[in-house]
C-alpha cells in the first residue's frame, strides 16, 4: 500500500524514492537465506544503466500526470492507487465483468480465488461474444475454429504420442475445456427453444 504526500502524489508508488526498509541488510540475509544477492552493483545487469538521479535528459516531472479515469478501473487490493497510466482498450461489462471486479475487490493475487474467477470470467466473456457471432452474418464455427480439422489434417494425434511431450496428461481435459462448453451451451440453448417452442404451442 502507498503511502500518499499532502499533494496526492505516493509518496513511493511510481516515484524514484525507495521505502524505508523496515528491517537492516544484515537482518535480512540473517534470517533469509540468500537475500541480498544482487546487492552488489557488480552483480547486477541494468548496472552502470540504472540511474536514480533525476538530471536525466527530456524528464520534467518526479511523478507523471495522471490519466482521467472516467470509468472505475479494477485493480489489486494490494495496491493503494492506479498507475499514473492504464489500459482503457476493454472496459469490463456485463457478468463478466461483474466476476472481474468481484475478483478484484475482494481477493488478493495471492488467492487461487482471484485467478480461478478471473479464468471463469474469461470462460463467460469467450462464450458471450460466441452466442452474440450468431446473431451476425458470420457466425463462430466450432468446428473449424476449435481446431477439430487440423487434428486430422497436420497429424495431430502423431504429434503427441510416442514423442516424450509433457502435456500429454491433459489433452483429454483440453477436449472438455474446448468442446465441453460448446456441447453444455448447445444444450442449454436447445432446451431454452424447446420451453419457448412449448409455450407457443400452449398459447
Given at each position: 500500500?502507498?503511502?500518499?504526500?499532502?499533494?496526492?502524489?505516493?509518496?513511493?508508488?511510481?516515484?524514484?524514492?525507495?521505502r524505508?526498509?523496515?528491517?537492516?541488510?544484515?537482518?535480512?540475509r540473517?534470517?533469509?537465506?540468500?537475500?541480498?544477492?544482487?546487492?552488489?552493483p557488480?552483480?547486477?545487469?541494468?548496472?552502470?544503466?540504472?540511474?536514480?538521479?533525476?538530471?536525466?535528459?527530456?524528464?520534467?516531472?518526479?511523478?507523471?500526470?495522471?490519466?482521467?479515469e472516467?470509468?472505475?478501473?479494477?485493480?489489486?487490493?494490494?495496491?493503494?492507487?492506479?498507475?499514473?497510466?492504464?489500459?482503457?482498450?476493454?472496459?469490463?461489462?456485463?457478468l463478466?465483468?461483474?466476476?472481474?471486479?468481484?475478483?478484484?475487490?475482494?481477493?488478493?493475487?495471492?488467492?487461487?480465488?482471484?485467478w480461478?474467477l478471473?479464468?471463469?470470467?474469461?470462460?463467460?466473456?469467450?462464450?458471450?461474444?460466441?452466442?452474440?457471432?450468431?446473431?451476425?452474418?458470420?457466425?463462430?464455427?466450432?468446428?473449424?475454429?476449435?481446431?477439430?480439422?487440423?487434428?486430422?489434417?497436420?497429424h495431430?494425434?502423431?504429434?503427441?504420442?510416442?514423442?516424450?511431450?509433457?502435456?500429454?496428461g491433459h489433452?483429454?481435459?483440453?477436449?472438455?475445456?474446448?468442446?465441453?462448453?460448446?456441447?453444455?451451451t448447445?444444450?442449454?440453448?436447445?432446451?431454452?427453444?424447446?420451453?419457448?417452442s412449448?409455450?407457443?404451442?400452449?398459447?
Open positions: 500500500m502507498s503511502h500518499s504526500q499532502s499533494d496526492g502524489v505516493p509518496q513511493y508508488t511510481y516515484t524514484p524514492d525507495k524505508p526498509p523496515a528491517e537492516t541488510s544484515e537482518q535480512l540473517a534470517r533469509i537465506p540468500g537475500w541480498g544477492v544482487d546487492l552488489d557488480t552483480d547486477r545487469p541494468q548496472v552502470p544503466r540504472e540511474r536514480l538521479d533525476l538530471d536525466l535528459p527530456g524528464v520534467r516531472w518526479r511523478f507523471p500526470e495522471r490519466q482521467p472516467h470509468r472505475p478501473r479494477e485493480r489489486s487490493i494490494e495496491h493503494g492507487t492506479l498507475p499514473p497510466v492504464f489500459g482503457t482498450a476493454q472496459p469490463l461489462h456485463g463478466s465483468g461483474a466476476i472481474r471486479r468481484r475478483a478484484y475487490s475482494r481477493y488478493s493475487e495471492a488467492r487461487a480465488a482471484h480461478l478471473l479464468i471463469v470470467a474469461d470462460r463467460v466473456e469467450a462464450r458471450g461474444a460466441a452466442l452474440r457471432s450468431f446473431g451476425t452474418l458470420r457466425p463462430d464455427n466450432p468446428v473449424t475454429e476449435t481446431g477439430i480439422v487440423a487434428e486430422v489434417t497436420h495431430g494425434w502423431r504429434s503427441r504420442v510416442g514423442r516424450g511431450r509433457t502435456d500429454v489433452h483429454g481435459l483440453d477436449v472438455v475445456l474446448v468442446g465441453g462448453s460448446w456441447a453444455a448447445g444444450a442449454v440453448t436447445y432446451l431454452l427453444a424447446r420451453r419457448v412449448r409455450r407457443v404451442r400452449r398459447a
